[in-house]
């Protein structure tokens, strides 16, 4: 018998006896047996690829149990929640208002009536570092959210986009890196004018490149793996991947380095302050403190020692968190 007789007599799996055009039926047990099993479908890689994607949130959920026995991170926590609570309870715990000068106790050390101390206009010291916490603390807030979140997309675009997309994109990165951090920040206010909102700005567009830089290396070593791959099979959009696969599975990182240089901000605001660009008078921020004490620090120590120590303070407990933080969501800490 010839291979085209062999074909004729063939059965037909559909059970179509006639000359017309197939209707799509399943194939019966039969016709699977002397055909092969259909192609493999779009669900089913997904449910393959599911064993290989990590659990997220159990894995965050063991990142979390971690924190909570980790003493770095209780102690950090201790001293930034103390910091953070007094700015919040300032109207309750301070007993004197913060810019009313006392001009019969100028520059006093600490005493029963001022536990601070008063600064070069009789002020109380106390009351004006807990209140100065609600300008230094969310200053620093601000600039990490504002870096974060014009960093992080633009590095998970430039490794996600293709090589013109990417030179293109980190090419402007490579144009701020070129600026010190400092100079950048002061012809950005130079521009915009002193404050405390050109400060936010100024700092939080310095920050840029750091998250930018970790966003696209994480990216492009993303963006290779099965269930990236499983999602453009599926026929998932560009801007889905990215926002549902690619930045759920690079945001780790992202965090803890968000977490460390939340101290940073913190220090370059209360620093630009000190300079006399940041934080104008009336209002005061622990770095205007700082630069208005300074010349009086040989009459009174405390007009430098409180607001340098509570700086100190909150800047060693974000920087313990960071580092607890970034233990505990370190693959390689729970191998060994």
Same mark, same amino acid.
């Given at each position: 018998?010839?291979?085209?007789?062999?074909?004729?007599?063939?059965?037909?799996?559909?059970?179509?006896?006639?000359?017309?055009?197939?209707?799509?039926?399943?194939? @019966?047990?039969?016709?699977?047996?002397?055909?092969?099993?259909?192609?493999?479908?779009?669900?089913?890689? $997904?449910?393959?690829?599911?064993?290989?994607?990590?659990?997220? @949130?159990?894995?965050?959920?063991? /990142?979390?149990?971690?924190?909570?026995?980790?003493?770095?991170?209780?102690?950090?926590?201790?001293? &930034?929640?103390?910091?953070?609570?007094?700015?919040? &309870? $300032?109207?309750?715990?301070?007993?004197?208002?913060?810019?009313?000068?006392?001009? *019969?106790?100028? *520059?006093?050390?600490?005493?029963?009536?001022?536990? &601070?101390? !008063?600064?070069?206009?009789? #002020?109380?010291?106390?009351?004006?570092?807990?209140?100065?916490? #609600?300008?230094?603390?969310?200053?620093?807030?601000?600039?990490?959210?504002?870096?974060?979140?014009?960093?992080?997309?633009?590095?998970? =675009?430039?490794?996600?986009?293709? #090589?013109? %997309?990417?030179?293109?994109?980190?090419?402007?990165?490579?144009?701020?890196?070129?600026?010190?951090?400092?100079?950048?920040?002061?012809?950005i206010v130079a521009i915009l004018g002193p404050g405390i909102p050109s400060v936010v700005v100024a700092l939080g567009i310095a920050g840029i490149p750091g998250y930018a830089?970790?966003?696209?290396?994480?990216?492009?070593? !993303?963006?290779?793996?099965?269930?990236? /791959?499983?999602?453009?099979?599926?026929?998932?959009?560009?801007?889905?991947?990215?926002?549902?696969?690619?930045?759920?599975?690079?945001?780790?990182?992202?965090?803890?380095?968000? !977490?460390?240089?939340? @101290?940073?901000?913190?220090?370059?605001?209360?620093?630009? @302050?000190f300079l006399g660009i940041g934080t104008q008078l009336p209002a005061s921020d622990w770095g205007t403190m700082l630069s208005n004490g300074y010349n009086y620090m &040989?009459?009174?120590?405390?007009?430098?020692?409180?607001?340098?120590?509570?700086?100190? =303070? !909150? =800047?060693?407990? %974000?920087?313990?968190?960071?580092? $607890?933080?970034?233990?505990?969501? *370190?693959?390689?800490?729970?191998? #060994?």
């Amino acid at each position: 018998m010839t291979a085209d007789s062999d074909s004729v007599n063939r059965p037909d799996p559909a059970g179509n006896q006639d000359g017309d055009s197939p209707e799509l039926v399943a194939l @019966s047990s039969q016709a699977v047996q002397h055909w092969g099993s259909p192609i493999t479908t779009g669900d089913d890689i $997904a449910a393959g690829i599911a064993d290989d994607v990590p659990n997220l @949130s159990r894995r965050r959920m063991r /990142a979390l149990r971690e924190l909570l026995r980790s003493r770095k991170f209780l102690f950090g926590s201790i001293l &930034f929640g103390a910091v953070v609570l007094a700015a919040i &309870f $300032a109207p309750l715990i301070a007993h004197y208002n913060p810019d009313f000068p006392n001009y *019969n106790d100028l *520059n006093q050390n600490p005493s029963s009536a001022h536990i &601070f101390g !008063t600064d070069y206009l009789g #002020r109380d010291l106390w009351s004006r570092v807990v209140w100065g916490g #609600r300008t230094s603390l969310p200053a620093g807030c601000l600039i990490v959210v504002l870096s974060f979140c014009i960093g992080v997309p633009w590095g998970i =675009v430039a490794g996600f986009g293709g #090589r013109l %997309i990417d030179d293109l994109l980190m090419r402007l990165i490579d144009v701020l890196l070129a600026f010190p951090g400092i100079i950048l920040a002061f012809s950005i206010v130079a521009i915009l004018g002193p404050g405390i909102p050109s400060v936010v700005v100024a700092l939080g567009i310095a920050g840029i490149p750091g998250y930018a830089r970790v966003a696209r290396a994480s990216t492009l070593s !993303t963006r290779e793996l099965d269930y990236v /791959a499983a999602a453009r099979a599926q026929g998932a959009s560009a801007a889905h991947i990215m926002r549902a696969h690619v930045f759920r599975n690079i945001v780790d990182p992202l965090v803890i380095l968000a !977490t460390l240089n939340l @101290s940073g901000a913190i220090l370059a605001a209360s620093a630009l @302050s000190f300079l006399g660009i940041g934080t104008q008078l009336p209002a005061s921020d622990w770095g205007t403190m700082l630069s208005n004490g300074y010349n009086y620090m &040989f009459e009174s120590y405390s007009q430098v020692v409180f607001p340098a120590a509570v700086i100190i =303070v !909150t =800047v060693l407990g %974000i920087n313990l968190m960071g580092d $607890a933080l970034g233990e505990a969501l *370190n693959p390689r800490t729970h191998q #060994r």
